[in-house]
């Protein structure tokens, strides 16, 4: 029951109760009930047994110890009336206009008053998991700069003698420079090029899973300029790393390499 404001469920499918026979669930209870949009299920409270015609599925917003996301319907007040007349309102959600002194007022009565933001526990613990992805992205990185760094010296020794016949044959040093930095650059490139749209995909289908299990909006949020940030950055660390291969291959000496061949 809204009095002013918005404080409003989020609809997912169909619409929010408009009349008193009504309902919206939350996704998990519609699945553990086997509800969808458009049936009827039957109600029952202190009041009686009554009929609700199902109009949506809903994120339910917590308030108190309503944890809300996808348990728990939605009815007007008057529906609520139906099946449980005897219950009272026990949690309303107020915005007090900025410097009106009214919460402190409210803290000295009654205690604490709730932050701003009623963040439901389900989201809480996502919250406190949030940095081991990116930990993971970090060690996995450094992985990654250090098999290419060992790529790139491996390879260098295993084609001294093919770089030694390209000196030899004028192959200026800068030459041998830019070989390294673009054989690193396109050994980085082609696994980013593969790995990236790979982990959009998949990481969209398991948010998706993970949100839908607590019956929370799925709508994954694709930070384009982000990635590309990072991969302009993988790009320019990898050719950082190529730098001392790069260093070595200069500093073949073609005369000795051919003449112990």
Do not use: C
């Amino acid at each position: 029951q809204a009095l002013r404001g918005d404080g409003t469920p989020f609809v997912l499918t169909g619409r929010l109760p408009a009349s008193d026979d009504e309902i919206a669930f939350g996704r998990l209870s519609a699945h553990d009930i086997g509800t969808h949009v458009g049936d009827d299920v039957t109600m029952v409270g202190a009041t009686g047994s009554q009929k609700f015609h199902v109009v949506g599925l809903v994120v339910v917003p917590g308030l108190g110890r309503n944890d809300g996301i996808g348990q728990g319907g939605v009815v007007t007040a008057g529906g609520f009336a139906r099946v449980d007349d005897v219950s009272v309102p026990t949690a309303a959600a107020v915005r007090f206009l900025p410097g009106s002194g009214f919460p402190s007022y409210l803290a000295a009565l009654y205690g604490p008053v709730a932050p701003d933001t009623y963040v439901p526990s389900a989201i809480v613990n996502v919250a406190r998991v949030r940095p081991i992805p990116f930990a993971l992205a970090a060690v996995l990185g450094a992985l990654v700069l250090l098999t290419l760094a060992h790529v790139m010296l491996t390879s260098i020794r295993a084609r001294r003698r093919d770089l030694a016949i390209l000196r030899s044959l004028g192959a200026p040093r800068t030459w041998i420079t830019r070989v390294v930095h673009w054989q690193a650059t396109v050994f980085t490139l082609v696994p980013l090029m593969i790995g990236v749209p790979l982990g959009f995909i998949v990481g969209r289908i398991v948010f998706s899973s993970f949100a839908d299990s607590m019956g929370a909006i799925h709508d994954a949020a694709l930070p384009f300029l982000v990635i590309l940030a990072v991969v302009v950055g993988v790009l320019a660390l990898a050719n950082i790393v190529a730098a001392v291969p790069a260093r070595r291959a200069r500093r073949l000496r073609p005369a000795v390499i051919l003449q112990a061949d």
